[in-house]
Nanobody, 132 residues
């Protein structure tokens, strides 16, 4: 019943833009934090950005700060990740996930521990490929 559907990935040249969407259903959206994560084969999962559906507070990893923007449309139960000035190193499968305890503080803490994120719900991910 619970679903998180990520979409919007694709192939883009360096310097280009993409907007990812995460459509949520099956749980009380405004009780959760929604996060974007990415993973490359052979590397640990990385927390990229998150937003609180309760108060709209946001967090960005240092690697994407100033280039990515997260936003939420609570009426549509959808979170977006606007990605600008894309770099080849942004190439990854991007996942959205939800947990009532997710915040910038917890995302950063789990990133520092090696990429383990105990989120309640995960979506299947969408592939972003940035060519050089």
């Amino acid at each position: 019943e619970v679903q998180l559907q990520a979409s919007g990935g694709g192939l883009v040249q360096a310097g280009g833009s993409l907007r990812l969407s995460c459509a949520a259903s099956g749980f009380t959206f405004d009780d959760y934090g929604i996060g974007w994560f990415r993973q490359v084969p052979g590397k640990e999962r990385e927390g990229v950005s998150c937003i609180s559906s309760k108060d709209g507070s946001t967090y960005y990893a240092d690697s994407v700060k100033g280039r990515f923007t997260i936003s939420s449309d609570n009426a549509k139960n959808t979170v977006y990740l606007q990605m600008d000035s894309l770099k080849p190193e942004d190439t990854a499968v991007y996942y959205c996930a939800a947990d009532p305890a997710l915040s910038g503080v917890t995302m950063r803490a789990y990133d520092e521990k090696g990429g383990y994120f105990p989120m309640n719900y995960w979506g299947p991910g969408t592939l972003v490929t940035v060519s050089s």
